[in-house]
Nanobody
Framework: QVMLVESGGGLVQPGGSLKLSCAAA????????MGWYRQAPGKERELVAG??????NYTDSAKGRFTISRDDAKKMVYLQMNSLKPNDTGVYYC?????????WGQGTQVTVSS
């Protein structure tokens, strides 16, 4: 069973915005810290932003441009991405924070290009 399903990616020009969504299959994920991760071409997957029920955390590249949020009643986690740059290109995944190997989904592709 697929536990986490990402959506909302696409092709966007530099400076544009996207909002990614992560739908969880069970309410388990509403009780744990969650994160958004990115795998850029030729690179390892890395944390972009994490959220608990009391705190958020962003990588330096995401600070001031991305906002992670959650709606536990809907079992959803979001990533609002503004002022996108070509270096933001990659496949974006949601997972627990820190991640669990068995919960990786198919991800959603984000391409920032003119």
């Amino acid at each position: 069973q697929v536990m986490l399903v990402e959506s909302g990616g696409g092709l966007v020009q530099p400076g544009g915005s996207l909002k990614l969504s992560c739908a969880a299959a069970t309410s388990f994920f509403s009780f744990v810290p969650m994160g958004w991760y990115r795998q850029a071409p030729g690179k390892e997957r890395e944390l972009v932003a994490g959220i608990s029920h009391t705190d958020t955390n962003y990588t330096d590249s995401a600070k001031g441009r991305f906002t992670i949020s959650r709606d536990d009643a809907k079992k959803m986690v979001y990533l609002q991405m503004n002022s996108l740059k070509p270096n933001d290109t990659g496949v974006y995944y949601c997972n627990m924070w820190p991640p669990r190997g068995g919960f990786w989904g198919q991800g959603t592709q984000v391409t920032v290009s003119s």
